[in-house]
C-alpha cells in the first residue's frame, strides 16, 4: 500500500509556506549537549506563528481549497495549537472560520483562537463526540473539516519542519518527534527518510498516552480513553488512518516519557535555554535529556513544538509543582 504522503508533497508544502510560515531557529545547548553526550539542535516550532508547527499544515491545507470551499470557510476541532492555526491560515486567506473546543482546553488557547477572528464552539471532551459534532456542523453550514492530523496536507505541512532542520544542520542519527496523532511525524519521517536516509526517527508519546506504542506493538491502530497528562497537544485517542502506516513503514520506535520528566524540561528550557516550552512541546526533548531512549555520541535532532502555555499555568509548572 503507499503511503499518504511523498517528499514531493512535502517540496511542494515548503513552496507555499515560503514567506508565510517562519523559518524557525535551531537552537544548541552545551548544557544539554554536556548533560546527554550527545549534540543535540532543537528545532524551535514554539516560535513558528501562532506558537508551534501546526501552522504549517493548517496553511497548506487551506490554501488548496476550491474558491467554492473557500467561499463556505473552514471547520476544525482542537484542543488548541490546531484552531489557532486554522483560524490564522483562514483569516489570512480571508475566509471564514469555526473551530470546535474542549470546554477545558487552555483559556489562553481559546482566547487565542477567537483573537484571529474565528468562531469557536465548545464541547465536553469527557461526554460528547467531537467528530460527530464538527460533521454536523460542517453539513449545515457547508464547510469543510480540516483535520488536525489525518490529513495529507497536514502531513506534508508539518514536514516541512524536519525539511528545514535537515536542511539547516546536515544529516542527523536521531530525529525525536513528539507524536499526538501523527501528523507531524508523519510529515518529518517522510522528510527525514530523503534527506537524511540513515538517520532513526523516533517518536515520543507521554506515558499516559502510549497508544502508538501499542499500535505499532500489535500491528493496528490502538484506540484509548482521554489520557491524562500535562502533555495537551499529545491527548489524542489513537493515530489516523493516514499517519499510522506512515509511522509503522518509517519511524524506527516509540518511547514514552512521565510528567515529571516533562515539567523538568519545561524548566530546563527556561532556566538555561530562555524559551518558553509547552509541556507537549517537551516531549521530544525529555526523551534526550531523561535518558528514555540512548542517545550519547550521535548527532540529534529534536522537534520542539510548541510554546503556548498560560502565564498562571507555566508559573505553577516552573514554581510549585514536584518534578
Ligand atoms: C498537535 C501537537 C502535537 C502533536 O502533533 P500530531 O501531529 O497530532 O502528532 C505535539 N505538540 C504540539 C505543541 C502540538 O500542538
Known amino acids: 500500500m503507499s503511503l499518504a504522503i511523498t517528499y514531493a508533497d512535502i517540496e511542494a508544502a515548503a513552496q507555499r509556506l515560503r514567506g508565510v510560515a517562519h523559518r524557525t531557529p535551531v537552537l544548541t545547548s552545551r548544557t544539554a549537549n554536556e548533560r546527554t553526550g550527545a549534540q543535540l539542535f532543537f528545532k524551535c516550532e514554539n516560535l ?50 469555526v473551530i470546535v473546543m474542549p470546554q477545558d482546553a487552555p483559556p489562553l488557547k481559546i482566547e487565542a483562537t477567537k483573537g484571529y477572528g474565528a468562531e469557536v464552539v465548545l464541547y465536553d471532551r469527557y461526554t460528547e463526540d467531537r467528530e460527530a459534532l464538527s460533521a454536523r456542523i460542517a453539513r449545515e453550514r457547508g464547510m469543510t473539516l480540516i483535520p488536525p492530523y489525518d490529513h495529507a496536507h497536514v502531513m506534508a505541512g508539518q514536514g516541512t519542519a524536519a525539511k528545514e532542520l535537515l536542511e539547516e544542520v546536515g544529516a542527523l542519527d536521531l530525529l525525536l518527534v513528539c507524536v499526538g496523532g501523527g501528523g507531524l511525524i508523519s510529515g518529518c519521517a517522510v522528510a527525514a527518510r530523503q534527506l537524511a536516509p540513515q538517520c532513526a526517527v523516533i517518536g515520543v508519546e ?118
Request: charged content about 20%.
Open 206 to 323: 507521554p506515558e499516559a498516552g502510549n497508544d502508538v506504542q501499542q499500535s505499532l506493538k500489535r500491528g493496528e491502530i490502538v484506540h484509548i480513553d482521554v489520557p491524562r497528562t500535562i502533555a495537551d497537544g499529545a491527548q489524542t485517542q489513537h493515530a489516523g488512518r493516514l499517519t499510522f502506516p506512515v509511522i509503522r513503514e518509517l519511524v524506527r520506535d516509540i518511547a514514552t516519557v512521565s510528567d515529571a520528566a516533562l515539567i523538568r524540561t519545561l524548566r530546563f528550557f527556561a532556566e538555561r535555554m530562555k524559551i518558553v516550552v509547552e509541556p507537549t512541546g517537551c516531549l521530544a526533548a525529555a526523551a534526550a535529556l531523561e535518558g528514555a531512549v540512548p542517545v550519547a555520541g550521535k548527532r540529534i535532532g529534536v522537534i520542539v513544538s510548541g510554546g503556548n502555555i498560560d502565564r498562571t499555568r507555566y508559573a505553577q509548572l516552573l514554581t510549585r509543582e514536584p518534578a
Open 48 to 97: 513558528q506563528r501562532t506558537g508551534a508547527f501546526k501552522f504549517r499544515g493548517a496553511y497548506h491545507a487551506l490554501a488548496q481549497l476550491t474558491p467554492e470551499q473557500s467561499k463556505h470557510g473552514v471547520l476544525a476541532f482542537s484542543s488548541g495549537n490546531h484552531a489557532q492555526a486554522i483560524a490564522l491560515a483562514a483569516r489570512l486567506l480571508g475566509m471564514p472560520a
